[in-house]
T-cell receptor
């Protein structure tokens, strides 16, 4: 079955560490997105990529980095510069048009 | 700047009731307005969507009403069921990058 796989489901990070969240899709979608979800805050866009080897900052990119070396993969690194990284992170991909979004099941990151 | 304002934050109805969730947008470049349903620990899933050239769209028990002049739209859930208990997000998007701007979400509880 086609879909988006995010891993791990739960991740714990010590303060000062960088961590990388994985997002893989086998839908052959060109565009991929990372959103952050906080309670009562909705989803906010971190980074997005519309094509391999190209990506753009979203509304809250500070403290995050991404790469898009393969069409299927769009990993997100949460760096030590992100002061409040505890959140639920959602990856999405899109085939064509605004109606073609598919979301992954998310990674819950907790700083300990 | 919150470009999509959603209300209420939470809503409790009895089975069979008709919960209504309202959204207002600011960006007149938006040309597609989806609603997403999210269950705990899962990613959002597209429920229903509308374009501003129609005033109403119905899919099963879910109806979107759209008022372009007021820049408002709402979701109605007919004959609500306990299984509809979830968080609902409205969103808007426009332009070639199809970035979604989300409202903050409404936690709906349908009591048996």
């Amino acid at each position: 079955d086609g879909g988006i796989t995010q891993s791990p489901k739960y991740l714990f990070r010590k303060e000062g560490q960088n961590v990388t969240l994985s997002c893989e899709q086998n839908l052959n979608h060109d565009a991929m997105y990372w959103y952050r979800q906080d309670p009562g805050q909705g989803l906010r866009l971190i980074y997005y990529s519309q094509i391999v080897n190209d990506f753009q900052k979203g509304d809250i990119a500070e403290g995050y980095s991404v790469s898009r070396e393969k069409k299927e993969s769009f990993p997100l690194t949460v760096t030590s510069a992100q002061k409040n990284p505890t959140a639920f992170y959602l990856c999405a991909s899109r085939l064509d048009g605004a109606h073609g979004y598919t979301f992954g099941s998310g990674t819950r990151l907790t700083v300990v | 700047q919150q470009q999509v304002k959603q209300s209420p934050q939470s809503l409790i109805v009895q089975k069979g009731g008709i919960p209504i969730i309202n959204c207002a947008y600011e960006n007149t470049a938006f040309d597609y307005f989806p609603w997403y349903q999210q269950f705990p620990g899962k990613g959002p899933a597209l429920l229903i969507a509308i374009r501003p050239d129609v005033s109403e769209k119905k899919e099963g028990r879910f109806t979107i009403s759209f008022n372009k002049s007021a820049k408002q739209f709402s979701l109605h859930i007919m004959d609500s069921q306990p299984g509809d208990s979830a968080t609902y997000f409205c969103a808007g998007t426009g332009g070639s990058n199809y970035k979604l701007t989300f409202g903050k979400g409404t936690l709906l509880t349908v009591n048996p």
